[in-house]
């Protein structure tokens, strides 16, 4: 339907059928919940590092300190956060060869990977040359015309050589965490060369220490530029190019100097130009490689930047730099913590957390496939149809909305959302193609009309990615409930996804409303998709609440309640469970659950619904059955959905086959597909773990919802939930002791506390009850205020309250190429 036409028979109807039940009452139950979301404070994420605590909060006492001991938080020290991460840090004692194997370091622009290329520099008979990348994720080019995955495509900068006396034949190499630094040394047949390799936190410029013997004094770093090309290019991917890519293409990048400054200039042929800039200076015996990479365009201002950065990082003292990096870094981690017993599972996700710090930022790009590191790829670009989302999922539990790229760049590129629709639809709509730049702008390729199936095959086809990313904006302002990501991004862009599916809905003789074929990923255009129809539903409801809670006067309020109350339900069958659409059923084993989505991680048909488990259950059970076509994404996922249902068990076992499925995650936790990198499956494993230890959909927090019965020890401290609460929570010998919540924006506070018997609920620091009410067998309401600080534990427990790593159950070898 247009924006000014009602459909015939677009009368009112009360009735909400299936799952529309399920959204009003259970996924977005925040519609029927009061809230003081107008009197709260917030905090933009671009005018403040941490957006989750405009709201002053009780400090823990340090151990030893005189103030009042509420929480002994023993990981309030940074020996205590040095000595835990230390026992997640990846090492190599073997020599790493491929990119999948090496060290990895970046801070969400500049990045860089190590590794032997046994391709490159070498000569007949021997190991070839250690390989340092010199990547950037702002570089791409600016040719729409060429489709946005080789126009608009990320590009490859170029490599440093280290050029030694003798041959390679040993590394030890530790990967730290807690610093964010690579050091070790390199063993050659001449000599040892201490090495030590940081990308700096705050100043955008990689530094390499080299600290040679005697035998290897002249060791050096030699770079190679590559051709700004896009890797899909390549004939080993064999994908169609567009007409006359190859015939015009970028410059060759010039080598010179500015001074004591060695350049790479790499000028674009749409404008604008990528520069490397480096320097390298030698005292006492250690020489040390400055390097920094800036790209701009229109303006030709890269060379600038780029050598700014390097003369700046250069005449500073080494202590310095030192400090600025691992400051910003100590703060990263001790933002939220988590412990189980689990030792590589336990190193696996602060290695995720790790690695999304090295990836992305807020005022940094969205993280491409590939992240900021540039590998050879057929995927140069951001995809929509699930990968950017799954990326960033992680982000919300930990307590990490500073790395929130999502957000900013929705807010701040709406106008390249409403030019990908047809002009006929711009007026009140937007869409997203499948594949972006980091600006949102889609080429000249525009987003689908419903019920036009004539796309070609491997065309940007679905329609629902915009709601699916959206989704991903909308977790941030729930778990921030920050009034201005509300009201600048969520409700003007979701209000612009649902009107573009409103244009296209149609009643049917059921008098549901009913969609023309849109495409499901990766397999078909079908009429009444599962895929669009559950995002909607979800964003129709998302968009309600979001009206109410602003206060706004949107002329369509009424338009969008009937188009929810009259949605097509989501079909089924007793045997397979939910339905791609009507009547087809998933077609055996497929990778992707975009059919799922209503399950999880929407949340429009919840568990919570005594009259949906059995269709869940049947759901799930039927999509994991046959597991030929999973890929790491596929167990990620999976083990979100076990933890919804409790089945903790099931979920480790989901995270576990992740590292040994025929397409596994790699030695330093990365992952590919067909030989070409995507970054998603390995972060989206580390949401599947937070599911399990805390949920907090539908308004209500559920703590430890699906524990493994192996781990009877667990802790969590400073988890951040839906409704902007900080959790902290504590199990040991399989039982709940106590939760600690402190409320952020006064949201009604509903909690599943998973502890048997009466329960003391008091204000942390004083002790004096604070009220609460029994909702129903497992949960209650606590009547928090903001600020407010509560503890929930076992009625009459004189437990300590402490924060500290659980034991492990068995030791177990670090990630990297140990020995």
Known sequence: ??????????????????????????????????????????????????????????????????????????????????????????????IPTSWDEGPFLGNGRQATLLYRDDSAGSTAGSPGRLRLEVCHSEVQDHRPEYWP?????????????????????????????????????????????????????????????????????????EFHALRAVADRANPAWKKPLPPGYLDHPNPEAVLTSDGDIELCVQEMLAGGQTVTAWRQTSRAGTSTLY???????????????????????????????????????????RKSFLSIPDARLESFYWIQLYKINAGTRYDAPIM?????????????????????????LLIHGSNHLELDALTGTFRDNQANLIAQVGSAYRADSAGLVRTTDRFLDGGLTPVPIPGDTSAPAGSEQEIGDLLWA??????????????????????????????????????????????????????????????????????????????????????????????LARLAPQTSDSTTGLNIAPDFPLPGSQAGYNYLLAIWP?????????????????????????????????????????????????????????????????????????LAPVIESPLGAARGLQDMLCQSWGGVIRVFPAVPTTWPDVTLHDFLTEGAFHLSAVRTDGTTRWIRLLSLAGEPLLLRAGIAGPLDVTALHTGRPIAWDQVDDETIRIHARAGDEVLIRPAGSTDALVIAPVAPSAPAPSWGLPT
């Open 149 to 221: 995955t080789f126009g608009l495509a990320r590009l490859p900068v170029g490599y440093f050589d280290l050029i030694t006396a003798g041959t390679v034949t040993d590394v030890d190499w530790r990967l730290s965490l807690w610093d964010s630094t690579l050091s070790g040394t390199i063993t050659t047949t001449a000599g040892t060369i201490g090495l030590r390799l940081l990308i700096h936190d705050q100043r955008g410029v990689m530094i390499a220490e080299l600290s040679p013997s005697a035998g290897e004094r002249a060791a050096t770093w």
């Open 602 to 674: 929407l949340y429009t048909l919840t568990w919570d619904q005594p009259e949906h488990r059995e269709l869940i259950r049947t759901s799930l059970e039927y999509f994991w059955k046959d597991r030929s076509n999973w890929l790491g994404f596929t167990y990620a996922g999976a083990a979100s959905q076990a933890a919804l249902m409790g089945m903790g068990d099931q979920a480790l076992e989901f995270l576990h086959e992740q590292w040994s499925s025929k397409v596994p995650v790699t030695a330093n936790t990365m992952y590919a597909e067909s």
């Open 1 to 94: 339907m247009t924006n000014d036409q009602e459909p015939p028979g677009f009368a009112r109807r009360n009735l909400l059928r299936g799952a529309a039940v399920g959204l009003m009452t259970a996924a977005i139950p925040v519609l029927a919940l009061q809230s003081a979301m107008a009197s709260t404070t917030s905090t933009d994420p671009t005018t403040s590092a941490d957006p989750t605590t405009s709201v002053p909060r009780t400090l823990f006492a340090r151990p030893g300190s005189g103030a009042p001991r509420c929480i002994t938080n023993t990981m309030d020290d940074d020996r205590a956060w040095a000595a835990f991460l230390g026992r997640q840090d990846l090492v190599w004692q073997n």
């Open 470 to 563: 959206t989704f991903c904006v909308w977790l941030s302002w729930r778990h921030s409930m920050d009034r201005h990501r509300l009201a600048d991004t969520v409700y003007p862009v979701l209000r612009r996804a649902v009107n573009y599916y409103l244009h296209f809905l149609t009643p049917g003789s059921d008098g549901d409303y009913h969609l023309p074929a849109t495409y499901y990923p990766e397999h078909m255009f079908i009429a009444d998709c599962s895929y669009d129809l559950e995002l909607l539903r979800w964003g129709l409801g998302a968009l309600l609440d979001a009206i109410s809670r602003l206060g706004v006067s949107d002329a369509r309020v009424g338009e969008y309640r009937e188009a």
């Open 291 to 333: 390097c920094a990479t800036a790209h701009s365009y229109p303006e030709s201002t890269a060379q600038d930047t780029a050598t700014r950065q390097v003369r700046q990082a250069a005449s500073a003292s080494r202590s310095a730099l030192a400090a600025e990096h691992e400051q910003a870094w100590h703060a990263f981690y």
């Open 368 to 392: 491409a496939t590939t992240g900021p590191w540039y590998i050879a790829t057929r995927w140069p670009c951001v995809w929509w149809d699930m990968n950017a989302q799954v990326e960033y």
